[in-house]
Antibody
């Protein structure tokens, strides 16, 4: 059974930083692209970032480009999202999501339960 | 960037009703479209991939169709467990994007 367990969320001041982690199990982590999707309170889903299986390709939403960095450690079965220069509008539940192969042309087939990031003074 | 417009944004229906949700893309995305179901307090779950492929374990009352710029998700006979919010997502071009969602509520 695929399991994705996010951690690292919390309350941070505007301009601050956080690093989210996602521990994956139940599948061959190094064979799948992974992605982060966020959901602001009471709002819809927003795609944030994606990384290929071997980390050679990384993609970002315009809203986070230059501030967020996605990475992965295949030896630890862990996905990361380094978030810098945080803004109030980054407040959301952040989901770690497994892609069905690549992310492009496929689908998002397994979701974690999310970790909440709150940016506020 | 590709914009996805879902309609309606809200739908009130009864158990047994046939329900159709539409997703329009601002440019062609072939069949690289998925539909997700999200219940309150839960993570989304994929129901349809590749515009029309039913995911494993999803009841056959769900179906998807379309290609290019116009897509539909149909629930042939709405059941109590289907009341949720549904999102479409295009996976053809980065940045990937979601529709605004359709909330299906009990009439």
């Amino acid at each position: 059974e695929v399991q994705l367990l996010e951690s690292g969320g919390g309350l941070v001041q505007p301009g601050g930083s956080l690093r989210l982690s996602c521990a994956a199990s139940g599948f061959t982590f190094s064979s799948y692209a992974m992605t982060w999707v966020r959901q602001a309170p009471g709002k819809g889903l927003e795609w944030v970032s994606a990384i290929s299986d071997n980390a050679d390709t990384r993609r970002y939403a315009d809203s986070v480009k230059g501030r967020f960095t996605i990475s992965r450690d295949n030896s630890k079965n862990t996905l990361y999202l380094q978030m810098n220069s945080l803004r109030a509008e980054d407040t959301a539940l952040y989901y770690c999501v497994k892609c069905g192969g690549m992310c492009q042309y496929k689908w998002l087939d397994s979701w974690g339960q999310g970790t909440l990031v709150t940016v506020s003074s | 960037d590709i914009q996805l417009t879902q309609s309606p944004s809200f739908l009130s229906a009864s158990v047994g009703d046939r329900v159709t949700i539409t997703c329009r893309a601002s440019q062609g995305i072939t069949n690289s479209l998925a539909w997700y179901q999200q219940k309150p307090g839960k993570a989304p779950k994929v129901v349809i991939s590749g515009a029309s492929t039913l995911q494993s374990g999803v009841p056959s009352r769900f179906s998807g169709s379309g290609s290019g710029t116009e897509f539909t998700l149909t629930i042939s006979s709405l059941q109590p467990e289907d009341f949720a919010t549904y999102y479409c997502q295009q996976l053809n071009t980065y940045p990937l994007s979601f529709g605004g969602g359709t909330k299906v509520e009990i009439k």
